[in-house]
Antibody
Framework: QVQLVESGGGVVQPGRSLRLSCAAS????????MHWVRQSPGKGLEWVAV????????YYADSVKGRFTISRDNSKNTLYLQMDSLRAEDTAIYYC???????????????WGQGTLVTVSS | SYELTQPPSVSVSPGQTASITCSGD??????ACWYQQKPGQSPVVVIY???KRPSGIPVRFSGSNSGKTATLTITGTQAMDEADYYC??????????FGGGTKLTVL
């Protein structure tokens, strides 16, 4: 069965960096676009970033553009999110999700991990 | 940037029909998905491509998309359906977009 397991969350000071990982199993990882989605405490879902199945394209939400970098290692079935210059407003649960669909028309977040909590605080 | 708008809350009596709307400019030209999220859990897709149900999702969940509004309908709502529901679409700028979420209360 499809499994996505995030790790790397924790408490970090404003302005510092953190790298999240998402280990995938149960499907052909190199065949799917992958996403990060976050949820601030008590708030709604916010899409963060996508990376194409082969890593050829990456897109970001305006709120993280220039500070976050999404990447993947298809040989390790692992997705990453490098988060630099962190701000208090980046505090959230970060989920990785598999994106299914025709990326020209639609993407469904078919599978989600359990999430990892990032807290940005001094 | 593209935006999707949902009502913050919807209430329904057990056994009745709940409808949750999601509006956005030219949404009818996009495909809408719906996710259910219960407290402390990750979201689960209940409708994709406007009106398709993933395996394992009860038939009481259905979806539609016309005009500028996508609608999630739960027919014969059960207590276990109480949750937050989010609509989602994929924008042509290669960005995911979520609605603000709707808290469904079954009372």
């Amino acid at each position: 069965q499809v499994q996505l397991v995030e790790s790397g969350g924790g408490v970090v000071q404003p302005g510092r960096s953190l790298r999240l990982s998402c280990a995938a199993s149960g499907f052909t990882f190199r065949s799917y676009g992958m996403h990060w989605v976050r949820q601030s405490p008590g708030k709604g879902l916010e899409w963060v970033a996508v990376i194409w199945y082969d890593g050829s394209n990456k897109y970001y939400a305006d709120s993280v553009k220039g500070r976050f970098t999404i990447s993947r290692d298809n040989s390790k079935n692992t997705l990453y999110l490098q988060m630099d210059s962190l701000r208090a407003e980046d505090t959230a649960i970060y989920y990785c999700a598999r994106g299914d669909g025709d990326y020209r028309l639609f993407v469904t977040f078919a599978y989600w991990g359990q999430g990892t909590l990032v807290t940005v605080s001094s | 940037s593209y935006e999707l708008t949902q009502p913050p809350s919807v209430s329904v009596s057990p056994g009745q029909t709940a409808s949750i709307t999601c509006s956005g400019d030219k949404l009818e030209h996009k495909y809408a998905c719906w996710y259910q999220q219960k407290p402390g859990q990750s979201p689960v897709v209940v409708i994709y491509q406007n009106n398709k149900r993933p395996s394992g999702i009860p038939v009481r969940f259905s979806g539609s998309n016309s005009g500028k509004t996508a609608t999630l309908t739960i027919t014969g709502t059960q207590a276990m359906d109480e949750a937050d529901y989010y609509c989602q679409a994929w924008d042509s700028s290669n960005a995911g977009v979520f609605g603000g979420g709707t808290k469904l209360t079954v009372l």
